[in-house]
């Protein structure tokens, strides 16, 4: 069974940076679709980015595009989200996903293993 761990979340001021890492273990992260989701303060959740088995990169927020981007690191079994010039919106609860095999979805249903999320705070 996949575990997952998050980590790297933090306080940061406005326009700063955060890595936040999604650590795999108990088995091969390889066959599973991993994405990044995030959960405002009396928000639902929301899918942030997801990268496809195949390769496939898919951003669902149009607010962090050019900011987040999602590395996987098949080697070590993680993946990681780099982001930069942090708004206070971007205030959060995430969390990383797994789905054993499959593709990409927005849909927090879809994705079968969860990590216990990390907080990422943006303040001045």
């Known amino acids: 069974q996949l575990r997952l761990v998050e980590s790297g979340g933090g306080l940061v001021q406005p326009g700063g940076s955060l890595r936040l890492s999604c650590e795999a273990s108990?088995?091969?992260?390889?066959?599973?679709?991993i994405a990044w989701f995030r959960r405002a303060p009396g928000k639902e959740r929301e899918g942030v980015v997801c990268?496809?088995?195949?390769?496939?990169?898919?951003n669902y927020l149009d607010s962090v595009k050019g900011r987040f981007s999602m590395l996987r690191d098949k080697h070590q079994s993680a993946v990681f989200l780099e982001m930069n010039n942090l708004k206070p919106e971007d205030t959060a609860a995430y969390y990383c996903?797994?789905?054993?095999?499959?593709?990409?979805?927005?849909?927090?249903?879809?994705?079968?293993?969860w990590g216990q999320g990390t907080q990422v705070s943006v303040s001045s």
């Open positions: 996903a797994a789905r054993h095999w499959g593709g990409c979805s927005s849909d927090e249903r879809w994705y079968e293993i």
């Open positions: 108990g088995t091969a992260m390889e066959p599973y679709v």
């Open positions: 990268i496809s088995l195949t390769g496939g990169y898919y």
